[in-house]
């Protein structure tokens, strides 16, 4: 099967276009390199030197297809225009194949090729002047190195500088990627954040204001009317409150403006009374007294928040317990509420209490697990447990 070579590239076809143009226009005006009266001219005559000229061209179209093959016959070439009266442009072309060779060629070549062609100009300068002994020997070394050497270094040089050129960009394209994906993963944290501080903030009170405005609509008693537009109209205020305190944060752009501070667990008994006050029995165990950080004051208080506003829409009726106590290096959290079978819920969810609660669990490198469990001291015989530990030495302020 037949190996069928690749187009070659348009510059080099006008390289071999003007390479064999120039060596015909030195043919035509009878200019060659050695007089034919040398010794190593073994065929006389102007049309021999043709033959390795045109095969040298013929190798400039090889130059960035094949590279290797092109320096073999070209050199090959070059010898046979050596026992001819020779051509300049062939030596030239030569050694752009030379060049071409080293920059464009297999790695392996490229590190070989200086290699031989640099033993090849010593030997070509020790030899001669060690066989005949006259200074003149050693211009062989000298051509030699010209036409086979440099050009192979300074391709070497220019491979060099453009695989460096090249590295530095692919690290700089790595870079931006890397940049790039931290950049999505902190919009998306950040997303995230804000998704969780919005549903905490606002989900208890519109929880109070859908499950009162319905036991308005559904009972005809004016006080029982008026009592559950009053319980209305708080949780309303409060959640303006807390949407007004969310959208200060997110434009807050440090012109002497200072956001409200983010609660803590010193609120938890003003939670527990709004809570009372929305129709829930509420009990507060107990506290886990001072010196907590501050991410784990925020998530202990959003858990306790989102627990008592599942317990709203969900729990049935009786009584639910708060606690939260402190052991070694960890808080622990706890929610209990009556479990019950129940019709439809008196709000409805969407489940993303859940899943914020978790998250800022695993922000705190802590765990969260929430689901029923056997009471035999409850009328069901179940309660709604959540429970969440929080390490104190870990932390994200996420």
Wanted: glycine residues 10%.
């Amino acid at each position: 099967m037949a190996v069928r070579l690749p187009r070659p590239r348009r510059f080099d076809v006008y390289a071999a276009s003007a390479g064999l143009l120039g060596g015909l226009t030195l043919w035509g005006i009878g200019l060659g390199v050695r007089p034919a009266d040398e010794p190593i001219v073994l065929f006389d005559g102007r049309w021999p030197l043709l033959v390795p000229l045109v095969v040298m061209a013929g190798c400039e179209l090889l130059r960035r297809v094949a590279p290797r093959t092109g320096l073999l016959i070209g050199t090959a070439a070059l010898i046979t225009d050596t026992v001819t009266q020779g051509s300049l442009v062939t030596v030239i072309m030569y050694t752009d194949l030379m060049y071409a060779a080293v920059l464009y060629g297999p790695p392996a070549s490229a590190r070989r090729i200086p290699w031989i062609t640099g033993l090849l100009t010593v030997a070509a300068t020790l030899v001669p002047f060690a066989v005949w002994r006259v200074p003149e020997a050693l211009l062989i070394g000298v051509a030699v190195g010209i036409v086979s050497f440099a050009p192979a270094s300074t391709g070497l040089i220019v491979r060099n500088h453009r695989e460096a050129a090249d590295a530095a960009l692919l690290r700089a394209e790595q870079t931006a990627l890397l940049a790039e994906m931290d950049r999505a993963q902190a919009v998306t944290a950040e997303r995230a954040r804000m998704a969780r501080e919005l549903h905490d903030m606002v989900a208890n009170h519109l929880s109070a204001i859908a499950i009162h405005s319905t036991a308005a609509l559904s009972l005809d008693d004016p006080a029982t009317t008026r009592q559950a537009l009053g319980v209305i109209r708080e949780n309303s205020v409060e959640g303006l409150a807390e949407m007004r305190r969310l959208i200060g944060i997110l434009r807050d752009d440090g012109a002497g403006t200072e956001p409200a501070a983010a609660p803590t667990l010193d609120g938890l008994g003003a939670l527990v009374d709004a809570a009372r006050a929305n129709g829930l029995d509420v009990t507060l165990e107990s506290a886990p007294g001072e010196g907590l950080p501050a991410p784990v004051e925020l998530a202990a208080y959003r858990i306790v928040q989102e627990s008592l506003t599942n317990a709203l829409k969900h729990a049935a009726p009786g009584t639910v317990r708060v606690g939260l106590a402190r052991h070694d290096d960890t808080l622990h959290v706890r929610v209990t509420s009556p479990y019950g079978d129940r019709d439809a819920p008196r709000a409805p969810g969407s489940g993303a209490g859940l899943v914020g609660m978790r998250e800022r669990a695993a922000l705190l490198r802590g765990t969260f697990e929430a689901g029923p469990v056997a009471d035999p001291g409850t009328p069901g015989g179940k309660i709604w447990s959540v429970r969440a530990a929080l390490p104190l030495n870990q932390g994200d302020p996420a």
